[in-house]
């Protein structure tokens, strides 16, 4: 298998058949179950917590709470305020306040509802106008008094959106006997995981050992700690393994969620169109704990006025700690907010210069060496025309598709048969969005790779180890190309991640590819020099050699010798550190900086037919076009593409996590509205390949862009099918009813 060719995932068919083994199968002889203690309050404060009950019941082994933490109370992303375990106050609804281990998960269930905490209930904060400031963002670019001769305001409302994962969060932490712990666990990044845990157990890092278990989905939601801690806690008290695996309700309030948010805009424009200014305030909820809300503002910030050229820009991007479930991390990280927001503001603006929606975008479109509003440049490709262009090219749908019996699935409300054409107008949309790849701002982002090539009963074999998390984007594939197109070896088996290799960073802001790939791309090649070296050692050859199909060839191809007969008994390994280009801090005063490391661009046409007297909205068709740099898995590619725009999809028309006075009221999957193949539509893609000459073999990260301008594109065709302003999301029926 090598870079560029389309490879089916191992781990597809065992997933498909039911068989592969996800965390919450995990088994351990002796092992205990654990269950969590939640409050019931989204504020209030611990009088005191009385688990003799609890501890008293048969079957239970432990209960503890926060007086039984060894070592750091409070963890954190990138500030340290949650508590492991509540103590004084509980600050959202659900926050977990004792945990237990009993012999049986309903015996833990029931010790667990027996602990006693008596709370003197406050009031919450469940307004992000009236909470505290987590972290403002300023960007100030250009005239800050420039004005113009169109001018446009809109106010948008963005609801909160959750990761949805199929596999709620569960793992199994296994004492060693000497002390430390040995967790398996379904996270995003297993060092971060291991760094934390070290502080809250009290215990040196070498002694909390991490291994990545089965993963059913992640899209951020497993960045932070859920129930790692708790378990490796309740592990160490007994002296035997635990398994915490949580319910899907209990999974509602076990991670965190995409950020709701208000945004509202002002952009300005000369009457040929061109954009003189954009002025923005985006305010994001960022719940009880800050988990990695400043990072998420700061995106939201510096995207804030999408792919296009802004020469000046007031922005300001605030993100509020309030007693709401805790926001963080999901896929588009801040940039589909903003982009819900600025793609309205494009399509309102061309309507009140009498211009085509998508000519307008085409107009001010970035391009290649353009400056961002942080002042940054924009260097390789940038083909927002390009995307726009293509997407707009692709054949519309035909009118009402199907005749005769099934033909509802095909309408508004489908299955439902609600209706049979009467009052259902059709409308098309176009969204542009982009994003950074990879972290910003300062943080050092790298990966560690570990090559080994050896004989394996007279084959040579390529082992890479990596502790890079494959969360379902199929970087464990990425990994075995990179290495057997490096190396020319057909046996290529990729070690399971865990934290006996250095870190590879989090699963998450589109970089494993970037940064791990290049990582192994690294340590392949250091194996490769060795390889190349004992053979001219021992060939002499007149020519350069090189490794193809397992064999040492020479310049035009022909085999001297195979690698199992020069290898022998030796094992060449190498470990390489791979590091991208420096970013920098924003300015605090401007926003200003060379704060990304690489920027990616997507772009969406939508068509939908909307019955405007039900209120029921058919997604019939998306388009899209992305530049990928380079396809390493085109067939996964388009799987990135497709699963992106349902997330996507979701968002624009069904998904939102109903919070009233900081409860969450529809946590299952029965109320908390889901995309099904019956609402995915097909999906047009056109992929690019245009390379990035700063990453390795060109390419860019791809998971993120079609999450961003999916739903945008969805929600430009409603108003097109409605002439209704819609400036919330998700739509819901009420806002399109005539």
Known sequence: MKVGESVRRPDAPPKVRGTFVYSSDLRAEGMLWGATVRSPHPHARIRSI?????????????????EDVPGKKVYGLEIADQPVLAFEFVRYWGEAVAVVAADHPEQARRAAGKVRVDYEVLPPVTRAEDGKVLRHVKIRHGDQSARADVVVKGEYEIGMQDQAPLGPESGLAIPDGEGGVDLHIATQWLHVDQQQLAGILGLPKEKVRLTMAGIGGAFGAREDLSMQAHACLLALKTGRPVKISYSRPESFVGHVHRHPGTLSYEHGANRDGTLVYVRARILLDGGAYASSSTAVIANATCFACGPYRVPNATIDGIVVYSNNPPCGAMRGFGSVQNCYAHEAQMDKLATALGMDPVELRIKNALETGDRAITGQAIDGPVPVAELLRRVRSFPLPLGEEGE?????????????????????????????????????????????????????HGKPRVEVHTAAAEVGQGVALVQAQVAGSELGVTDVVVLNADTRVGSAGSSSASRQTYITGGAVKAASEAVCRRVLDLAESELHPGSELRIENDSIVDAGGKPMVSLATLLGDAVIEETREFRPRKTHHLDPDTGQSDAHMQFAFAAHRAVVDVDTELGLVKVVELATAQDVGKAINPLAVQGQLEGGAAQGLGLAVMEEIQVKDGVIKNASFTDYLLPTILDMPPVKMDILELGDPNSPYGLKGVGEPPTISSGPAIVAAIRAATGRAIDRVPVRPQDLTL
Do not use: Q
């Open 50 to 66: 009385d688990a003799s009950e609890a501890r008293a019941m048969p079957g239970v082994h432990a209960v503890l709470t926060h």
């Open 404 to 456: 005769g019996e099934g033909r509802e699935l095909f309408l508004p409300g489908g299955v439902s048969n609600t209706t049979h054409g009467e009052g259902v107008k059709r409308g098309v949309g176009y969204a542009a969005g982009f994003k950074n790849i990879g972290y910003s701002e300062g943080f050092d982002d790298y990966s560690t790779a570990r090559v080994r090539l050896f004989v394996h």
